[in-house]
Structure formats: structure tokens, C-alpha cells
């Protein structure tokens, strides 16, 4: 039983035009969601990542929802750019930051210049 | 990746065959993870470690043993590697309130 999802295997977006990549969970006691980027021949990258009791956090281009309530939180990367380019996981946590991560299997997203 | 090191990035085996995956850190973080990746699904935990001298199962153990003898340091073993094992395998290591930090992998192909 996958308790992380990400429904959509890629995406493909223009440069400069926002990419919008979703992730849902079925586990109500997961307390942080983290966000990994992966190239190729190379480990995931830590992102951004939110608290349960939060509903928003931004980083640069980056921004994290969270909707609790659906279970559901989604990754914004404003403007993209071709450097995107990459795999991104979604990835969820409980019983203290970081810990255990239950990972999502990924979504690839292409940007196109 | 810095701070993480894997060895060895690639390995084919026999069915059978035994090997160690070894996973060095250089940030003396507590906490060490080892991960499996396979085509279409994300990383899955197969053992983790909360300190040195310290083992856990994680998700998928079976089939894998570990060891973190010393505080940078965390094997994972394969007794008699199986087909079913080729997978990449990933190491992470972090502290309390910090995002896990990862290698970049281990290709391991059993044939």
C-alpha cells in the first residue's frame, strides 16, 4: 500500500511558465513532507520541505502547499527554468524531521527552453 | 554529493555470490539510512541506524544486513545475492531537524 503518491510519472513545461507538481498521502501521522530533486547518476537533493501545522512555505522560486484536510501538497517552481530539468520526490516523514522518509515514486519534469 | 560517500558506484554479481555496500560520512550526523530504488517506484527504506553501534529495519530488510560499528560508517550486506536484488541503493545520513543528505548510489546488478 503506497502511502505516498505522485499520480503524474512527468511533466513537461515551457521555460519562464510555472511548473506545478503534485503529491497525495493516505498516512494522517506523517508531520513533515519533504521535497528531493534527482539527476541522473546522482543522489536525491534535498529541496524545501513543510511542517504539518503549516499550509505554505517559499524558498526563492520554490513554494510548498500543504492541504491537509485532502491529504494533498504540491511543489511550485516559479519561473522554471531548463536546470529544473530533474526528478522530484515527494517524501514524507513522522516521529521528528527527516526520519524515516516514506518516498513517493517521482515525477519527471521537463523543461523545455 | 559531498559528505556521503558510496562504494563501490557499480557491481554485477552472481546469484549467490555475497558483497558489502559500504556507505562513508563525513559530517558526523547520527542517523544513517540505506534506500532501494527500482524502476517506476520511489526509494524504499531497508535498514536505518540511530547512532553508532545502533541497527533497525526499515520496509524491505529481508535479504540485507547492516552494520555501523563506528559512527561514519554503515555496511550493508547481501549473504547470497538474489536477482530480485538488482536494484541502485542509496545511503543517507542527517541529524535531528536536518534533511536527510545522499550519496549517489550503487548500481548492483545480479545476474
Known amino acids: 500500500d503506497q502511502q505516498v503518491k505522485q499520480n503524474s510519472p512527468s511533466l513537461s513545461v515551457q521555460e519562464g511558465r510555472i511548473s506545478i507538481l503534485n503529491c497525495d498521502y493516505t498516512?494522517?501521522?506523517?508531520?513533515?513532507f519533504l521535497w528531493y530533486k534527482k539527476y541522473p547518476a546522482e543522489g536525491p537533493t534535498f529541496l524545501i520541505s513543510?511542517?504539518?501545522?503549516?499550509d505554505k512555505n517559499e524558498d526563492g522560486r520554490f513554494t510548498v502547499f500543504l492541504n491537509k484536510s485532502a491529504k494533498h501538497l504540491s511543489l511550485h517552481i516559479v519561473p522554471s527554468q531548463p536546470g529544473d530539468s530533474a526528478v522530484y520526490f515527494c517524501?514524507?516523514?513522522?516521529?521528528?524531521?527527516?526520519?524515516?522518509?516514506?518516498f513517493g515514486a517521482g515525477t519527471i519534469l521537463r523543461v523545455k527552453s | 554529493n559531498a559528505g556521503v560517500t558510496q562504494t563501490p558506484k557499480f557491481r554485477v554479481l552472481k546469484t549467490g555470490q555475497s558483497m558489502t555496500l559500504l556507505c562513508a560520512q563525513d559530517m558526523n550526523h547520527e542517523y544513517m539510512y540505506w534506500y532501494r530504488q527500482d524502476p517506476g517506484m520511489g526509494l524504499r527504506l531497508i535498514h536505518y541506524?540511530?547512532?553508532?553501534?545502533?541497527?533497525a529495519k526499515g520496509e524491505v530488510p529481508d535479504g540485507y544486513n547492516v552494520s555501523r560499528l563506528k559512527k561514519q560508517n554503515f555496511l550493508l550486506g547481501l549473504e547470497s545475492a538474489a536477482p530480485s536484488q538488482t536494484s541502485v541503493y542509496f545511503c543517507a545520513a542527517h541529524d535531528s531537524n536536518q534533511p536527510q543528505h545522499f550519496g549517489d548510489g550503487t548500481r548492483l546488478s545480479i545476474l
Open positions: 541506524s540511530v547512532g553508532e553501534g545502533t541497527t
Open positions: 498516512n494522517s501521522m506523517f508531520d513533515y
Open positions: 513543510i511542517s504539518s501545522i503549516k
Open positions: 517524501a514524507a516523514s513522522w516521529g521528528g524531521y527527516g526520519n524515516k522518509l516514506v
